[in-house]
Every structure is written in C-alpha cells, then in structure tokens.
C-alpha cells in the first residue's frame, strides 16, 4: 500500500485550486522573561524579535502552495500595513493576491502572540498572553458583491474551491451558496466555524469538522463509536455532502460518504508541539487529491500523515511532498531498515534528512567474521545516514558463488547492527543505479580494496562521492 500511497503523491501535477474566506496574520513577538513587574503580578518579556506567518485561510493556501498546488487567496483585508504584510509574504510565496479586497471599514485580522522562550522562570516555549485585532461584523454589500462576481466569472477555471470559514464575516449565505453552485464544475470544499449553520453549506463536496466542531453541529458527544458515526450521517444530511471527515484527536480520523462507506483511521504517533495547522493541511490534502481517483483508506492516510508533520513542528511550520513520502515510507515500522533504493531517496529528500552526510557501503555479508563487524563498527563512527547495500542470493548466484547465508538470515544479523540505518537489497553486479538514486557523499570499502578498481567507479566520480577505505584492523 505504501509504495501506492507514494506514487499517489509524486505524481500529483500542480492543481489550481481557489481559497475563499478569512484571511489572517500570526504575528509573533519574541522574547525572554527573567522578573515579574513590580506594577502588577505579571511576567515582563524582553523583547528579542518579531516574526510573521499567514493565518486563516492564508495559512492553508501555504500549505498547498508547498505541496505543489497552484494558489489563489480571494479574502477581505483592512486597508492598512498588515494588509501590506501579508501582501508581500503571499508574493514571496507565489500565492495569488488579486482577489483579496480592501476594506477601510475593518481592520486586517492580526493575531498578536506574546512568546517566552527557555528561560529561569520558565520551561520551554511559553504563549504568555494573545491579542487579537479583528472586526466579526459581516462584510459590506459592495465587497461582498466583488466576491460574488469572482466566484461567478472565474470559479469554474479551478480544479478545487476551499471555504475557509474562522467566523471573521467575509462568508456570508450568498458567497456560501454561490461557492455551493460551482461543484457542478469543480469540487467545493468546507471548513466550517464551530457552531456552523450547515444548512448554508448545502450542497459542497466535503468538510472536516474536527471532534468539537462536530459536537456543535449535531448537538451530542462523540463518546463513541457508534456516537461518531451517528454524527457523520447526520453531517452528511444536514449539508448534503458526498462525504466528511471528522478529525477525532488522539483517536485519529473517521470518514463516512453518503453511499454509507464508513473507516476509521488511526492517529500517527508523533509527538505533540502545537496542534495548530492539522485541519488546513487534512482539508488541504482533501482539496489538492480532489481530482485524483483516490481510495477513501488512501485519501485519509495521507491526510492523517500531513496532520501529523504539522503537529510535531513548533512555529513557523513547514510541509513537502517529501516530507508527507518520507512519514509514509516509516509509518509505524521505523525499526524496520529494509527499503527500496527508491524509498531511501525519498527519505533522503525529506526536510529531516536534506542536509546530512549520507554514508554507503554494499557486499554480500553472509560471512560475518570479526574484521567485518570491525567494519561495520567503524561505519557508525561517521555521523550522518550510514546505508548497506546487500546482494541478494540472486546476484551472489549470478556471480558465479554460492552464498553461505540465505539473504533473509543475512538480513537479520544486518538489523541487528545500530550503526545501519537503512539496508537495500538488490539483484545487480553492481550498485551504479542505486548510487544515482542516492547520491551519497561518502562511499565506504575496507583497505583491501585499496589496490583494486572498484566497479562503481565511474559513477561515484558522476555523483561527486568521495571514497572512503577502512581498515578493520586499525
């Protein structure tokens, strides 16, 4: 399923997709506190730096745009320097901006974060206090009628629309009904403000309420089993949708659809630094797989694996393809080091892995004696990604051998070394077309190879490798 799963997402294209609804600014003010005022019994921070990152449905048009999408932002901004903020930032981005308004009636929303980091009197990354510069009043008619007009003239030239919806005013019933009346041509999705009205949502593809959203929307607890998936029916009916995800925390993600399929996912273990951003990047992947023929269980793993990469970051939070390939390729085997060539590229390529030195050593090992468990110790004494490539039994036979170990048994001891981080079984006589999927930095062979032409040659001097010789016995 896995390799499936991969082949989905590297070759997704770049669909062009469309997010409607409330646009906002994280602002971040950095610092340490060491005293608490005299004035009041409050921590002082000392200001150390500011940063900015796009919120709301800013957030998740950069989740999109990282994965590949092609982005446009239709929104409502006050006329002022955070619009121009979060202007430039989505042009850094390569995210489009036109359909965003200014409005001199309201404010640019801007949520202001106080942050202490480690410091005597604390712990870790502390958020001291938030202050939010908002207006929730409903947008004005002219503005919304612009909304309306950009939806109706260019809806259709889209591959997906989102409704971003933090109940800021700017989705109001006629923008939510014109977005509902574009899924004739595009798949409209929705992500709906706790206590939604879901009737005004009637008609859309699909939403993700997460667990307390959906507690509102149907008016009971989701205390079990049967309680979620009596809520998703009623979902289901109350916004006539094709289906919904309901995002059930710790107990991981429920899909049902109207023809009565129903699954249960459950959460990746990862551990939790912020779980802000795992909605936008679940209705994110729902969006940008929208015109994909993908299995629901396929559709929900990858959507549970991006809510996972983001709850494990701390701001400001990051996602690739790569990264969501690499969290598929581990899943819950990490111990398990056998990969393809293919997998450890990918794994390679991810965000946590770009910048290490990759070390890559291959032979037969159906001999351990002690000279090579020297050689493999002194393969964990260079820090970085340390990679064997095995031969099979096949490619020992083609060379004309016999191997004294059948490939599973020299498997195992190989797993049992901690300083091999991933192990390749492969068929050729040589490892040329592994090493260009590779590309790793260092080539390892023992000193006994010193005074010979090692096979690979030619293409370790392609990839720029440098090769390393050992000496066991040293």
Request: some cysteine; glycine content about 6%; aromatic content about 8%.
């Given at each position: 399923?896995?390799?499936?799963?991969?082949?989905?997402?590297?070759?997704?294209?770049?669909?062009?997709?469309?997010?409607?609804?409330?646009?906002?600014?994280?602002?971040?003010?950095?610092?340490?506190?060491?005293?608490?005022?005299?004035?009041?019994?409050?921590?002082?921070?000392?200001?150390?730096?500011?940063?900015y990152q796009l919120g709301g449905a800013g957030f998740t048009a950069s989740v999109l745009k990282q994965?590949?999408?092609?982005?446009?932002?239709?929104?409502?901004s006050g006329n002022d320097s955070d619009r121009e903020i979060i202007l430039k930032m989505l042009a850094?981005?390569?995210?489009?901006?036109?359909?965003?308004?200014?409005?001199?009636?309201?404010?640019?929303?801007?949520?202001?974060?106080?942050?202490?980091?480690?410091?005597?009197?604390?712990?870790?990354?502390?958020?001291?206090?938030?202050?939010?510069?908002?207006?929730?009043?409903?947008?004005?008619?002219?503005?919304?009628?612009?909304?309306?007009?950009?939806?109706?003239?260019?809806?259709?030239?889209?591959?997906?629309?989102?409704?971003?919806?933090?109940?800021?005013?700017?989705?109001?019933?006629?923008?939510?009904?014109?977005?509902?009346?574009?899924?004739?041509?595009?798949?409209?999705?929705?992500?709906?403000?706790?206590?939604?009205?879901?009737?005004?949502?009637?008609?859309?593809?699909?939403?993700?309420?997460?667990?307390?959203?959906?507690?509102?929307?149907?008016?009971?607890?989701?205390?079990?089993?049967?309680?979620?998936?009596?809520?998703?029916?009623?979902?289901?009916?109350?916004?006539?949708?094709?289906?919904?995800?309901?995002?059930?925390d710790a107990d991981g993600l429920f899909y049902i659809c109207k023809n009565g399929n129903q699954l249960?996912?459950?959460?990746?273990?990862?551990?939790?630094?912020?779980?802000?951003?795992?909605?936008?990047?679940?209705?994110?992947?729902?969006?940008?797989?929208?015109?994909?023929?993908?299995?629901?269980?396929?559709?929900?793993?990858?959507?549970?694996?991006?809510?996972?990469?983001?709850?494990?970051?701390?701001?400001?939070?990051?996602?690739?393809?790569?990264?969501?390939?690499?969290?598929?390729?581990?899943?819950?085997?990490?111990?398990?080091?056998?990969?393809?060539?293919?997998?450890?590229?990918?794994?390679?390529?991810?965000?946590?892995?770009?910048?290490?030195?990759?070390?890559?050593?291959?032979?037969?090992?159906?001999?351990?004696?002690?000279?090579?468990?020297?050689?493999?110790?002194?393969?964990?004494?260079?820090?970085?990604?340390?990679?064997?490539?095995?031969?099979?039994?096949?490619?020992?036979?083609?060379?004309?051998?016999?191997?004294?170990?059948?490939?599973?048994?020299?498997?195992?001891?190989?797993?049992?070394?901690?300083?091999?981080?991933?192990?390749?079984?492969?068929?050729?006589?040589?490892?040329?077309?592994?090493?260009?999927?590779?590309?790793?930095?260092?080539?390892?062979?023992?000193?006994?190879?010193?005074?010979?032409?090692?096979?690979?040659?030619?293409?370790?001097?392609?990839?720029?490798?440098?090769?390393?010789?050992?000496?066991?016995?040293?």
């Open positions: 399923m896995n390799s499936e799963i991969v082949n989905i997402i590297q070759t997704l294209g770049t669909p062009k997709i469309l997010i409607i609804g409330d646009l906002m600014l994280d602002h971040f003010t950095w610092g340490s506190v060491s005293r608490i005022s005299p004035e009041a019994p409050t921590p002082i921070l000392n200001f150390e730096e500011e940063t994965l590949g999408a092609k982005v446009d932002l239709a929104a409502v850094n981005q390569g995210i489009g901006s036109e359909g965003i308004i200014a409005d001199n009636s309201r404010p640019t929303t801007r949520k202001q974060r106080l942050q202490a980091r480690d410091t005597d009197l604390s712990s870790g990354m502390q958020q001291m206090m938030r202050v939010d510069f908002e207006s929730k009043d409903p947008i004005g008619q002219e503005v919304e009628n612009k909304l309306i007009e950009l939806i109706a003239t260019k809806g259709s030239e889209y591959d997906a629309i989102i409704a971003s919806d933090y109940g800021k005013g700017v989705l109001t019933e006629d923008i939510l009904a014109k977005i509902s009346s574009c899924k004739k041509t595009t798949p409209v999705f929705a992500d709906p403000k706790k206590g939604a009205d879901l009737k005004l949502y009637k008609g859309f593809t699909a939403m993700k309420p997460n667990r307390f959203e959906a507690e509102s929307y149907v008016g009971f607890a989701l205390t079990s089993k049967d309680k979620i998936i009596e809520a998703g029916k009623k979902i289901l009916e109350l916004a006539d949708l094709d289906y919904t995800f309901i995002s059930l249960f996912v459950p959460t990746s273990k990862k551990e939790v630094y912020d779980v802000a951003g795992a909605g936008d990047s679940v209705i994110s992947m729902m969006a940008l797989l929208s015109t994909s023929d993908v299995p629901p269980r396929y559709l929900m793993e990858l959507a549970n694996t991006a809510a996972g990469i983001m709850i494990s970051q701390s701001q400001p939070k990051t996602i690739s393809k790569e990264d969501i390939i690499y969290n598929i390729i581990l899943g819950d085997e990490v111990s398990k080091k056998l990969k393809t060539s293919d997998e450890v590229a990918a794994i390679l390529n991810s965000t946590e892995y770009r910048n290490r030195k990759v070390y890559f050593t291959n032979g037969y090992f159906d001999n351990i004696k002690p000279a090579q468990i020297k050689f493999l110790e002194k393969l964990g004494s260079h820090e970085g990604i340390r990679i064997v490539a095995l031969n099979s039994d096949n490619s020992i036979k083609d060379a004309g051998h016999e191997p004294k170990l059948p490939q599973a048994d020299r498997l195992r001891l190989l797993q049992m070394f901690d300083c091999i981080d991933y192990i390749i079984v492969f068929d050729a006589q040589n490892c040329d077309e592994m090493l260009k999927k590779i590309k790793p930095d260092y080539f390892l062979k023992g000193i006994n190879y010193a005074d010979q032409e090692i096979a690979e040659a030619k293409t370790l001097k392609e990839i720029n490798s440098e090769v390393i010789f050992i000496d066991a016995n040293a």
